[in-house]
């Protein structure tokens, strides 16, 4: 895809697209389910690397606490399959027609996720929105770090996280920044200090008249 000319709309993944918070606790029912509770996964993630953050945690889990390998590696399997078969039952109502939307109108949409491989490539898989991304790049370094991406000359990034946000306004002065703040996810009390506009649903057109 030449995204050199196009206009671009860069979308967050998760609690922008997803509402992945719903998601984990139903994640952590099945962890419970086979034995594995918070009281084991928690004091595991903590010890992983920010850019590792699910599947290869179990293995952390297995090692320090001297679980069965074949029971992490039973439990990984039915939490991909979880993800992969009712992952769509997660995405906001109004992912889809925003998406279409903005494609009719001539817009390329690239899905920018951080966050572990396999984990996020399941997500896109399981959510069945892969017919509204041109491009789902996957990061494990900051997202401002995507400049192939945020060189295109009409961009609009979207996200939930304030971070990330800034860091993006902070390079790109010329980005398009809107802060997604869906109801009871993470960051609801963090905000952007940069966004152009701030919304907790998404409608096309947003109303940056020059742009939509
Ligand atoms: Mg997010």
Redesign the pocket.
């Given at each position: 895809m030449n995204i050199n000319e196009s206009r671009t709309l860069v979308v967050?993944?998760?609690?922008?697209i997803l509402d992945?918070d719903r998601l984990y606790q139903d994640l952590y029912h099945i962890c419970e389910n086979h034995g594995i509770g918070r009281n084991l996964l928690d004091p595991a993630l903590a010890l992983v690397p920010p850019e590792n953050v699910l599947f290869n945690f179990f293995l952390m889990v297995q090692r320090s606490k001297g679980i069965e390998a074949a029971k992490i590696r039973h439990l990984v399997a039915e939490l991909r399959a979880f993800i992969r078969t009712k992952g769509h039952r997660y995405v906001f109502d109004d992912v889809r027609p925003f998406l279409s939307s903005a494609i009719q109108a001539g817009w390329k949409v690239v899905v920018l996720?951080?966050g572990d491989h396999d984990f996020q490539v399941a997500k896109l898989a399981g959510s069945e929105i892969g017919d509204l991304c041109h491009l789902f790049t996957v990061t494990s370094t900051p997202k401002w770090d995507q400049l192939e991406i945020f060189n295109t000359s009409s961009v609009i990034f979207l996200?939930?996280?304030p971070r990330?946000i800034d860091g993006v306004k902070d390079r790109f002065p010329h980005v398009v920044a809107v802060e997604v703040k869906r109801q009871n996810t993470k960051y609801q009390t963090a905000h952007s200090l940069k966004a152009n506009l701030s919304v907790n649903q998404l409608h096309w057109p947003l109303r940056f008249g020059e742009l939509g």
């Open positions: 967050d993944f998760d609690r922008t992945s996720t951080y996200d939930d996280n990330d």
